[in-house]
T-cell receptor
Framework: AQSVTQPDIHITVSEGASLELRCNYS??????LFWYVQSPGQGLQLLLK??????LVQGIKGFEAEFKRSQSSFNLRKPSVHWSDAAEYFC??????????FGAGTTVTVRA | DSGVTQTPKHLITATGQRVTLRCSPR?????VYWYQQSLDQGLQFLIQ???????AKGNILERFSAQQFPDLHSELNLSSLELGDSALYFC????????????FGPGTRLTVL
């Protein structure tokens, strides 16, 4: 069975600093990987997804993620965070790709 | 705004009761997905409907059932409610059956007292 681990429950970052959120997955076949963001009181919004091809994926809001098969990882990055990036971030694996299995989430706090 | 609407926003009920949550997908989307988000279980996939037919099932309890109607809206029925059913229930939709991109609604918060 597939599973997703987000090792960091909470990350605090200064505005303008870089951000990296870790995600490790376990899945026997080629994974379909996603990052979603959930702002307080809102539903989830898709930031980016990886199915195949270039292992560096660009998403919305200036986010990118890199798929590393050897490390079973799909880490999310942003070079310079804005206060509006404060939210909860979820990594997910689709197995199959329409049945999403989510990690526990990482809460990001942005300090001025 | 994702274009997916869910009603009601909040629901408070008692143990043993039955409730119905409603979801309207984005215009043109044929697939509807239901997810449960709780503190102890996290975000879990419950079930998917595509064009009126059940397509995939996840960790959905037997006390829960869903359906998708001809106008493509969907309802999730929860019966014999228990305290542990308190959660945020999300609906998502996608244009096709494979759900490459799922658009999530704002959720219905269910509190069982």
């Amino acid at each position: 069975a597939q599973s997703v681990t987000q090792p960091d429950i909470h990350i605090t970052v200064s505005e303008g600093a870089s951000l990296e959120l870790r995600c490790n997955y376990s899945y026997g076949a080629t994974p379909y990987l996603f990052w979603y963001v959930q702002s307080p009181g809102q539903g989830l919004q898709l930031l980016l997804k990886y199915f195949s091809g270039d292992t560096l994926v660009q998403g919305i809001k200036g986010f990118e993620a890199e798929f590393k098969r050897s490390q079973s990882s799909f880490n999310l990055r942003k070079p310079s965070v804005h206060w509006s990036d404060a939210a909860e971030y979820f990594c997910a694996v689709g197995a199959p790709h329409y049945k999403l299995s989510f990690g526990a989430g990482t809460t990001v706090t942005v300090r001025a | 705004d994702s274009g997916v609407t869910q009603t009601p926003k909040h629901l408070i009920t008692a143990t043993g009761q039955r409730v119905t949550l409603r979801c309207s997908p984005r215009s043109g989307d044929l697939s509807v997905y239901w997810y449960q988000q709780s503190l102890d279980q996290g975000l879990q996939f419950l079930i998917q409907y595509y064009n009126g037919e059940e397509r995939a099932k996840g960790n959905i309890l037997e006390r829960f059932s869903a359906q998708q109607f001809p106008d493509l809206h969907s309802e999730l029925n929860l019966s014999s409610l228990e305290l542990g059913d308190s959660a945020l229930y999300f609906c998502a939709s996608s244009v096709d059956r494979d759900g490459d991109t799922q658009y999530f609604g704002p959720g219905t918060r269910l509190t069982v007292l």
